[in-house]
């Protein structure tokens, strides 16, 4: 199983476990994620919701392969930020090494995130012909103000998990072997907490950019598809599966 799912002490673990392709991720593991968030969303007995990775690896984003192959206006990638922005319970990610495209973007729509001192991160949508999606383009300006979110957006310059805590994207950087079981005693501080105040908070909290990250979500992905045809997504993309620098210089 490339996703690994289990609930304790009131915390339902989502984990990414497919190491040997850097947890990239497939239609089918978005799919179980997705399905995993509405199981958690629906049981009395969850209070929190924990997303990890591998040592060493949140994941990569996008199986490319397996994204390719999809087709087109086919997206398992929406039905799981639905079913995350959708989740009224609190969701915390335990970043434990690489957060690349929706590894960072996740990361946006979750209520605590805990990377480790070896995490990277990165949105390097435009070099491959694309635009940000799941509100990023929204998010990641409000976070850091448009000088550093132009780095992060445009140029798609990774960064680290000290950079995420200063942008206000993650709560804390951690030594990498304490990542996870730190991430995981947060969410269980919410099994001595009223369910449904929390729950209530968590909806007001989020109530005004909701709404405008879901105008955002479709406006962007209008563009993405449209980028997706086009020549420089194209060129990106034959320059990845050939191991190649891309060349942009004709466009």
């Avoid at 199981?39 to 949140?58: E, W």
């Avoid at 590894?103 to 480790?116: I, K, N």
């Avoid at 105040?197 to 979500?217: G, P, Y």
């Amino acid at each position: 199983m490339s996703i690994k799912t289990a609930t304790i002490n009131g915390v339902a673990t989502i984990e990414i476990a497919r190491p040997e392709k850097k947890n990239a991720i497939t239609g089918a593991m978005y799919r179980q994620m997705a399905e995993a968030l509405d199981a958690a969303k629906a049981d009395a007995a969850v209070r929190a919701v924990l997303i990890t990775g591998q040592p060493g690896i949140f994941t990569s984003g996008n199986d490319i392969e397996d994204f390719m192959q999809r087709p087109p206006g086919e997206s398992p990638a929406f039905v799981f930020m639905r079913a995350l922005m959708g989740c009224d319970k609190p969701v915390v990610a335990a970043v434990t090494g690489a957060a690349i495209g929706i590894g960072a973007t996740m990361l946006l729509h979750c209520d605590f995130v805990y990377v480790s001192d070896e995490a990277r991160l990165a949105m390097p949508f435009v070099s491959l012909g694309l635009v940000p999606e799941f509100a990023s383009s929204l998010i990641v300006p409000q976070l850091m103000g448009n000088a550093r979110a132009a780095e992060k957006l445009l140029l798609g310059d990774p960064f680290t998990g000290a950079d995420a805590v200063e942008c206000g994207i993650a709560n804390a950087v951690l030594p990498a072997s304490e990542v996870v079981n730190y991430a995981r005693r947060i969410a269980e501080r919410f099994n001595a907490l009223p369910p449904g105040a929390v729950r209530d908070s968590k909806t007001l909290m989020r109530r005004a950019r909701q709404k405008l990250a879901l105008e955002t979500i479709a406006v962007e992905g209008e563009v993405f598809g449209a980028r997706l045809c086009s020549p420089e997504a194209q060129e990106a993309f034959s320059a990845f599966f050939q191991k190649r620098k891309p060349d942009f210089s004709k466009f």
